[in-house]
């Protein structure tokens, strides 16, 4: 494992700045008390992950008396900020791991089974241990899925450094797996491939922070001039806000990281070491000794046969209809849609999450009043873009790809900064914990 304390170390008389000001940078502010609602409403919320959770907790507090219901088969939950950090040899898998039902407030109706039948005309779930469950509202916090069979040739258990292949997206600990694939890699030197999918995906910087990690640890091993690094494009961009693709693009040349164009990986032959790419030309193959995979994403089936989903968008993927600005159903107004399975042009990362959060409950809540909601989600994202150990840049940008920073003036977003570093590596952590209390 790399020592990250020491590396922090000599910065310790400034983590109250990053746990005072993280928390800000990261999420934004946490919203002020608000009166409570008496209510029966029957609430049910699909997905206990880090919108499920937190909006709960939330839910919880505001309303006095209604029915809520958290619908999640996986037992565990994950800090998925934190895969990098576990791929990169900074952490442990368990530093993503805890209970689900740690997370989840009193009171409400927790049922450790995934939903198996959507059906919104009727107000009803079926879950896949049969039980109906009849609502008045939904909360959709599903998440999305890692469409692994997209990828022709390859399986998880291929992860490791007897293959050279990585899957950080999968789970904590496939991550960890992938780290001692890179760690080898780093060692002996050769080809990596790294890339993204041509779908919408969680966390699009996630491709380039384990780039960036690969040629520093390489450097500080002594091995750089031992290895090639390649990054495909699926787009002709490297990140879809031009000012920071720019900046990135400035690092990757700095750095003799070579990228390619609208090259999307459709197969792998585990065996020959070698890496399919769709190309505008035709399929393109390469040689790697390290590949890096992260497959197509998209909602989960039984959200894609709900019903719930665009039908003239994203119809490869299935991220459900809802109001840019109110992650209101469009179709079915009892409906909301919290987190990674929102069909809107940003907003898939943690801190997005922590901002629909007061937008659904600002809605819901004041339907249940009687009045109209007024908060809006102005696609607010943030991406602590690590460009090396001890090194980031903390991007946050909205919907029309306007850079928002939290502090302008103090922290510059397309700087690389330790004080952003400490942000994402100590701060964040803490705040997403918060946040899924409903207290962020």
């Not at 999420?27 to 937190?54: C, D, H, M, N, Q």
């Not at 779930?125 to 022709?152: N, P, S």
């Not at 999968?170 to 050769?190: N, Q, R």
């Not at 991220?319 to 600005?325: A, C, F, L, N, R």
Request: charged content about 20%.
């Amino acid at each position: 494992m790399i020592d990250l304390e020491k590396i922090v170390a000599s910065r310790r008389g400034f983590m109250g700045l990053a746990g005072a000001g993280g928390a800000a940078l990261a999420f934004g502010a946490g919203s002020a008390e608000a009166a409570k609602v008496r209510t029966s409403a029957r609430i049910l919320i699909l997905g206990a992950g880090a919108g499920g959770a937190a909006i709960a907790n939330r839910l919880s507090e505001r309303l006095e008396g209604a029915q809520i219901t958290v619908l999640d088969g996986r037992p565990q939950h994950w800090y998925q900020p934190g895969f990098t950090l576990i791929a990169a040899g900074l952490r442990k898998a368990d530093y993503s791991i805890s209970s689900t039902t740690q997370w989840l407030p009193r009171g409400i109706t927790y049922i450790n089974e995934f939903a198996a039948e959507i059906d919104p005309e009727a107000n009803r779930v079926v879950t896949t241990g049969g039980q109906r469950i009849d609502y008045d509202y939904m909360i959709v916090a599903t998440g999305l899925v890692l469409d692994w069979e997209a990828i022709e040739g390859f399986d998880l258990s291929m992860v490791g450094p007897e293959t050279g292949i990585s899957a950080h997206y999968a789970s904590p600990e496939m991550a960890e797996k992938s780290w001692h694939a890179l760690d080898k890699f780093t060692d002996e030197g050769g080809i990596g491939l790294f890339g993204r999918p041509a779908t919408e995906m969680k966390c699009a910087g996630a491709p380039l922070k384990i780039t960036f990690l690969a040629e520093d640890i390489a450097t500080r091993k002594g091995n750089r001039n031992k290895v090639e690094l390649i990054y495909n494009s699926q787009a002709d961009n490297l990140f879809g806000v031009p000012v920071v693709d720019h900046r990135v693009r400035q690092l990757f040349d700095d750095r003799d990281i070579t990228y390619r164009w609208k090259h999307v990986l459709k197969a792998v032959d585990a065996g020959a070491k070698t890496a399919t790419f769709a190309t505008p030309d035709g399929d393109v193959t390469s040689d790697y000794d390290f590949i890096n995979v992260i497959p197509p994403q998209r909602a989960p089936q039984v959200v894609r046969e709900s019903g719930l989903s665009w039908a003239d968008k994203w119809t490869d993927q299935g991220w459900i209809e809802v109001d840019q600005s109110t992650l209101r159903h469009l179709r079915y107004a009892n409906i909301f849609g919290i987190g990674d399975i929102n069909g809107v042009p940003k907003g898939k990362t943690a801190a997005s999450v922590k901002w629909h959060q007061p937008v659904v409950e600002d809605h819901l809540v004041s339907e249940i009043a009687g009045r109209a909601g007024t908060k809006t989600f102005e696609g607010y994202t943030s991406c602590p873009l690590i460009t090396r150990i001890g090194r980031a840049m903390l991007i946050e940008f909205d919907y029309k790809n306007h850079l928002v920073p939290s502090f302008p003036g103090v922290i510059a977003p397309l700087e690389e900064l330790w004080i952003s570093w400490l942000m994402k590596e100590v701060a964040l952590k803490a705040t997403y914990n918060a946040m899924l209390r409903g207290r962020a």
